[in-house]
């Protein structure tokens, strides 16, 4: 442990001339290293790399596994008590006199967007209808699987992976990001928030350099799950509003074809919203996905299943509570148990994990001039409460088609991406269904686009140690198709499996290093607050 007696600034090497200039060439290289084998792999070899990633994965899950459960569980509590403690909680981001850049609104439409909002449409209604399935619950005999007596078990697991376990991931990140580059007055990157434990010296080093390798290498991964199901999405989406064959395989899933088309148009307006900056393009098309976000839930609260949302909402929550200790702390050795463990908590932990770098850095950008208390009810409480407020109504509506009969399986067989539009179809004629279906896909785009551009910004930031005014365009057009021929590459490998094992992978190195930054926190604040 390194003495902080006298906190110095952090210093690494950026490149002065040419193409790399005001980046780090080591951080840049090496991780689009990485990223050019893997994509190499899968293009070159798809059958292959698919099975080697899917064996990494049954590795890394079954080694790992009971790390992901606990490690989860410390950034929740680490969370909780910096807030609950009345001197650390009212430290403002930025010191005492500093104020927001940003609206509540604005502020919240962007962190909700860029952490969740493809989720919210993917899984608002899968979510639900796969834990009114099975879950835990069913697998012991407590309930049986899509019965009216395995709705509350349903929406208890659905929860746990949308709630304050999953936000804290994001909120330890950008808690961490925030208070080491505004309070500590050090560069706004990852390296800097372990310095506590490691020492300025050994952090601006080549130690430093594979700490932001590994958030880079965990961002693209992540948010690639994210973009590789939004793709899909928004391709059924697309066949459910024109019913052109090519898009569509069997149940609903959609072809290759067309989720590579649907990839190109997204990353395409991606790269333009992340060259227009944060205040302008990810700002705009933020406060637009949430103002569609509401009228969607509208739609669902006045023509779904509303009381059935809103007796659900309170008894979820209070389910919730009382079971959140033991969820967040029992780890199922064999079994099915196990195997449905690994399926769906661990690799929501991998997932929210490997979206943390991305979105922890997004969110201490935005969050400058709020206190801590604030931050963490804005950024773990507030989307917690939203999140549930989509799974009581839209996956709701799906439940109560399934258990009145009128769905008769339409939707629980389906594939993920179109069980949103399979409900949707049921609830309205096909005329308002199609119109429907399009302000899906116009919020399902401005979603995607804005975790896509939010992404690009915040690798460019990372390659730059947190100097935000290097990320040009040619940077930034790099990286984005650097970030389709990676999609590209894993959907033609073996489609969402490949993807899914590649973040699992990518997860676990910086799974570490957020559990080194909680620490480093910690320490931090009570130097301070004692100094």
């Known amino acids: 442990m390194s003495s902080e007696a006298a906190p110095e600034t952090l210093k690494v090497n950026l490149q002065k001339s040419g193409f790399y200039e005001g980046f780090n060439r080591f951080v840049a290289l090496g991780a689009k290293l990485c990223v050019g084998l893997l994509i190499l792999a899968a293009a070159?070899?798809?059958?292959?790399?698919?099975?080697?990633?899917?064996?990494?994965?049954?590795?890394?899950?079954?080694?790992?596994?009971?790390?992901?459960?606990?490690?989860?569980?410390?950034?929740?509590?680490?969370?909780?008590?910096?807030?609950?403690?009345?001197?650390?909680?009212?430290?403002?981001?930025g010191g005492p006199a500093e104020t927001p850049e940003f609206s509540r609104f604005s502020w919240f439409s962007m962190m909700f967007g860029a952490g969740i909002g493809v989720g919210m449409l993917t899984y608002s209604t899968a979510e639900p209808i796969f834990h009114f399935a099975n879950n835990p619950d069913v697998i012991k005999g407590l309930s049986e699987g899509q019965?009216?007596?395995?709705?509350?078990?349903?929406?208890?697991?659905?929860?746990?992976?949308?709630?304050?376990?999953?936000?804290?991931?994001?909120?330890?990140?950008?808690?961490?990001?925030?208070y080491f580059s505004y309070n500590r007055k050090q560069p706004l990157s990852f390296r800097s928030s372990l310095t506590p434990l490691f020492g300025i010296k050994t952090m601006q080093g080549p130690v430093g350099h594979v700490v932001d390798i590994i958030a880079i290498l965990a961002t693209i991964v992540g948010v690639g799950v994210t973009i590789g199901y939004g793709v899909s999405q928004f391709a059924s989406g697309v066949f459910n509003i024109t019913g052109f064959s090519w898009i569509s395989a069997e149940n609903g899933k959609p072809t290759l074809l067309a989720q590579l088309l649907a990839l190109i148009i997204i990353l395409t307006a991606?790269?333009?919203?992340?060259?227009?900056?944060?205040?302008?393009?990810?700002?705009?098309?933020?406060?637009?996905?949430?103002?569609?976000?509401?009228?969607?839930?509208?739609?669902?609260?006045?023509?779904?299943?509303?009381?059935?949302?809103?007796?659900?909402?309170?008894?979820?929550?209070?389910?919730?509570?009382?079971?959140?200790?033991?969820?967040?702390?029992?780890?199922?050795?064999?079994?099915?148990?196990?195997?449905?463990?690994?399926?769906?908590?661990?690799?929501?932990?991998?997932?929210?994990?490997?979206?943390?770098?991305?979105?922890?850095?997004?969110?201490?950008?935005?969050?400058?001039?709020r206190s801590i208390r604030e931050?963490?009810?804005?950024?773990?409480?507030?989307?917690?409460?939203?999140?549930?407020?989509?799974?009581?109504?839209?996956?709701?509506?799906?439940?109560?088609?399934?258990?009145?009969?009128?769905?008769?399986?339409?939707?629980?067989?389906?594939?993920?991406s179109a069980q949103l539009f399979k409900t949707i179809n049921l609830v309205l004629s096909p005329f308002f269904a199609k119109l429907m279906s399009f302000v899906i896909v116009v919020l399902l785009l401005t979603y995607l686009v804005t975790s896509a551009d939010s992404a690009i910004l915040v690798i460019n930031t990372i390659t730059s140690v947190g100097?935000?005014?290097?990320?040009?365009?040619?940077?930034?057009?790099?990286?984005?198709?650097?970030?389709?021929?990676?999609?590209?590459?894993?959907?033609?490998?073996?489609?969402?499996?490949?993807?899914?094992?590649?973040?699992?992978?990518?997860?676990?190195?910086?799974?570490f290093v957020m559990a080194l930054m909680a620490i480093s926190l910690l320490k931090s604040l009570i130097f301070d607050s004692e100094r």
């Open 270 to 369: 991606s790269v333009w919203s992340a060259l227009t900056g944060v205040s302008k393009g990810i700002k705009w098309l933020s406060n637009i996905n949430m103002g569609l976000s509401f009228f969607l839930l509208f739609f669902f609260a006045v023509f779904g299943a509303t009381l059935f949302a809103f007796k659900q909402f309170f008894v979820t929550i209070y389910d919730y509570f009382a079971a959140l200790p033991a969820m967040s702390f029992t780890v199922w050795k064999d079994g099915d148990l196990a195997n449905w463990q690994g399926a769906w908590t661990i690799f929501y932990w991998a997932w929210w994990i490997a979206f943390a770098p991305f979105v922890g850095l997004f969110l201490a950008r935005v969050s400058k001039g």
């Open 375 to 416: 931050y963490v009810l804005g950024a773990i409480f507030v989307p917690s409460v939203m999140g549930l407020t989509w799974f009581v109504l839209v996956g709701g509506t799906a439940i109560s088609l399934e258990l009145s009969g009128v769905a008769n399986g339409a939707i629980v067989n389906a594939d993920i």
């Open 147 to 178: 019965n009216a007596n395995n709705v509350r078990n349903a929406y208890k697991w659905a929860f746990l992976h949308y709630g304050l376990t999953p936000w804290a991931c994001y909120g330890i990140v950008g808690m961490a990001l925030g």
């Open 44 to 93: 070159l070899f798809p059958k292959e790399a698919g099975a080697v990633l899917l064996d990494w994965q049954n590795w890394t899950t079954g080694a790992f596994g009971g790390w992901y459960i606990y490690v989860t569980a410390f950034y929740l509590l680490v969370c909780l008590g910096i807030a609950l403690y009345p001197r650390t909680g009212r430290i403002k981001l």
């Open 467 to 511: 100097n935000r005014a290097k990320a040009r365009a040619k940077h930034i057009i790099v990286w984005g198709v650097i970030y389709m021929a990676m999609v590209a590459a894993l959907l033609t490998a073996g489609g969402m499996d490949a993807l899914r094992s590649a973040m699992i992978i990518g997860a676990l190195p910086f799974s």
